[in-house]
Nanobody, 113 residues
Framework: QVQLVESGGGLVQGGGSLRLSCSGS??????LGWYRQVPGNQRELVAR???????IYEESVKGRFTISRDNAKNTIYLDMTSLKPEDTAVYYC?????????WGKGTLVTVSS
């Protein structure tokens, strides 16, 4: 069983930056990503990265967010810059391999205006 644990959330002013980290046994996981959810809304994909380092981003975060993975450190990161109040959400770490999915418990990011 793979456990994913997020860290790095918090309160930041609009325009600021934040780095989220997700630790776990990720080396064998093909796809890793970050999702976010605002209460009352569906969880949405923010960014995803595969074993080859190929990435995809949700349109509104392109150019502002960067996803990366360090298999040696069993960690994936989400570097967020130029944060906006609409980025406020609970951010979840996600992993997918061989039809199985793994989720972290989430970390809250609050961006003040």
């Amino acid at each position: 069983q793979v456990q994913l644990v997020e860290s790095g959330g918090g309160l930041v002013q609009g325009g600021g930056s934040l780095r989220l980290s997700c630790s776990g046994s990720i080396a064998g996981i093909t796809l890793l990503g970050w999702y976010r959810q605002v209460p009352g809304n569906q969880r949405e994909l923010v960014a995803r990265i595969n074993n080859s380092g190929n990435t995809i981003y949700e349109e509104s975060v392109k150019g502002r967010f960067t996803i990366s993975r360090d298999n040696a450190k069993n960690t994936i990161y989400l570097d967020m810059t130029s944060l906006k109040p609409e980025d406020t959400a609970v951010y979840y770490c996600w992993g997918g391999v061989y039809g199985k999915e793994y989720w972290g418990k989430g970390t809250l990011v609050t961006v003040s205006s």
